[in-house]
């Protein structure tokens, strides 16, 4: 069965950092485009950032820029999400997705995914 598992969120304070993982198991990562989602409630599912099955980053949202790195290690199998500087409008479900070898134009797009995990619950407060 091919998964997607995300861990690695929680509560942090403004201006603090996490690092999200996405770890597959029933299939290897390295022919896949991995996607990182959020969803804040009440709100659109918004793509954050897309990395190629080669590790090519076809970009990022506006709002992390600067602040959210995305990185894989298909050794590891696992694709990660730095995130520094946290901001309370950072709060959101995290997801990540898979699709097949490379971020496309439309990379933001839950449509251009085949497989999602279930999400980690971010929360950025003081």
């Known amino acids: 069965q091919l998964q997607l598992v995300e861990s690695g969120g929680g509560l942090v304070q403004p201006g603090e950092s996490l690092r999200l993982s996405c770890a597959a198991s029933?299939?290897?990562?390295?022919?896949?485009?991995i996607g990182w989602f959020r969803q804040a409630p009440g709100k659109e599912r918004e793509g954050v950032s897309c990395?190629?099955?080669?590790?090519?980053?076809?970009g990022y949202a506006n709002s992390v820029k600067g602040r959210f790195t995305i990185s894989r290690d298909n050794a590891k199998n696992t694709v990660y999400l730095q995130m520094n500087s946290l901001k309370p409008e950072d709060t959101a479900v995290y997801y990540c997705?898979?699709?097949?070898?490379?971020?496309?134009?439309?990379?933001?797009?839950?449509?251009?995914?085949?497989?999602w995990g279930q999400g980690t619950q971010v929360t950025v407060s003081s």
């Open positions: 029933g299939f290897t990562l390295n022919d896949y485009a």
């Open positions: 990395i190629g099955s080669r590790g090519v980053i076809t």
């Open positions: 997705a898979a699709q097949r070898f490379v971020c496309g134009p439309r990379w933001g797009s839950t449509n251009e995914y085949d497989y």
